[in-house]
């Protein structure tokens, strides 16, 4: 073992010069700039667009709600008793009323005797 010990500063120094003799990659700002705009335009169109699409359709069907339409609001079913600005009152099926936040509504069920007539 002590025999190859004075190899190991000829060894380290040659790779040293193998590194430096070999030539530097050229630096390629434009391709680092097209994959950087292929990232973003894919975050766009896998992340953001779908939820901008589904928060405009949630806002959309809790602009059209009224009175008598069925409501699920965090697992709670209710009727539409009485419309304010930012919030519903729903009647239970015992007769209860609970004032509910709009943006808390997850769907909504139009009253089959409001369709039926329209």
Excluded: H
């Excluded at 010990?5 to 990659?25: D, V």
């Amino acid at each position: 073992m002590k025999k190859f010990l004075f190899l190991l500063p000829i060894l380290s120094f040659s790779t040293i010069l193998a590194q430096e003799s070999s030539p530097a990659p050229k630096s390629n700002y434009m391709q680092t700039l097209v994959m950087i705009v292929v990232a973003l335009v894919f975050f766009y169109f896998i992340l953001l667009r779908p939820e901008q699409k589904r928060r405009k359709k949630a806002q959309n069907m809790r602009a059209s709600m009224k009175k008598g339409d069925r409501v699920t609001v965090m697992g709670l079913l209710g009727t539409i008793d009485q419309i304010k600005d930012n919030t519903i009152i729903l009647s239970m099926v015992d007769g209860a009323k609970v004032e509910v936040l709009k943006a808390a509504i997850s769907d909504v069920q139009p009253n089959s005797q409001t369709e039926a007539k329209a």
